[in-house]
């Protein structure tokens, strides 16, 4: 190994032509940390909003980008049990502040990790990890979906939508679906049991009886969704704003509200593998570019027009 690694990093904020590889020192796992060398990274709506917009999670630039990564460890820090030097392992560093994914090599804690499934690739792997956990832990750990319920996921085509059709159908749920009308075979051959075009189809009014809807389109649609539930339903939001009033709106309407911030876990890792691993569990692949096109890759996911994950190689 080099001392130095190349990355892709931004001075500002912006358009993807912000984006440009750097060389920076390779860095030192500490105690409880993996030096993972980095094979493929997972892209997410997340990081093309820090790449542009100020006032989210993260400081001003400069910063590396890049939360899903899937690789082979390198060396281990002070501590670590789960793993050893050539193990392929996947995760999600901790969101937000532990970006960097972006690069030849990425330190993260060890239990952020699970190893990765023989049966899949790195690209497959490095797809998977923020979307996936995001959707395991709004239906299984906040909403605890059981056989037989009625789950509504809104943009179901999308990164996490499509992963959580097949994490809902897993555990035995009846699932709902918003997408354009291009993607429903797509979705139905992920196991979704009816679909609504949005285009055409106010949901609304056509949807009911609801246990659990996922909304991952912003604070507007869920408070839309909420009649759609039935008493003592659940609705989780992945993009509700703080100071929101759906809770309490929510409570008038006999229904219960939560916002989710996904989080690093060992234990969901573990979970998305074995779903990998048995092949309940298949991210769609929109797309792969090496690591000097992150830009590209970046600009394409700005359509909002892809089906599924977007993936960047790291030769």
Do not use: C
Request: without cysteine; glycine residues 10%.
């Amino acid at each position: 190994m080099t001392d130095t690694m190349r990355a892709i990093s931004q001075d500002t904020l912006g358009g993807p032509e912000v984006l440009h590889e750097i060389e920076l020192p390779r860095p030192t796992p500490g105690p409880s940390q993996l030096l993972i060398r980095v094979h493929a990274v997972g892209l997410n709506p997340t990081d093309w909003k820090h790449r542009a917009l100020p006032g989210l999670f993260l400081p001003a630039p400069p910063f590396v980008l890049g939360w899903d990564v899937s690789g082979v460890v390198e060396t281990v820090g002070y501590g670590v049990t789960l793993f050893e030097p050539g193990d392929e392992v996947f995760g999600m560093l901790p969101y937000p502040h532990g970006h960097g994914s972006l690069a030849e090599y990425v330190v993260g804690p060890t239990r952020a990790f699970a190893r990765k499934p023989d049966n899949v690739d790195h690209i497959v792997a490095g797809a998977t990890p923020l979307a996936a956990l995001t959707a395991w832990q709004a239906l299984v750990d906040t909403a605890n979906i059981q056989a037989g319920q009625r789950v509504l996921i809104h943009a179901a085509a999308g990164g996490v939508g499509h992963l959580a059709v097949q994490i809902a159908k897993s555990r035995g749920a009846y699932v709902i679906g918003t997408a354009s009308a291009a993607k429903h075979e797509h979705l139905r051959s992920l196991g979704a049991d009816e679909l609504i075009d949005y285009r055409e189809v106010d949901f609304a009014e056509v949807v009911g009886d609801v246990d659990v809807v996922l909304d991952t389109l912003g604070e507007e649609n869920s408070r839309r969704s909420l009649p759609t539930l039935r008493p003592g339903g659940l609705l989780v939001s992945i993009l509700a704003s703080n100071g929101t009033d759906l809770p309490a709106e929510a409570a008038r309407q006999g229904a219960r509200f939560a916002a989710l911030l996904v989080e690093a876990d060992h234990a969901g890792m573990r979970a998305v593998a074995a779903l990998l691993a048995s092949g309940e569990l298949t991210p769609t692949i929109a797309g792969v570019f090496p690591l000097a096109e992150a830009a590209k890759a970046h600009a394409l996911g700005e359509t909002d027009r892809t089906l599924g994950k977007l993936v960047v190689t790291v030769p």
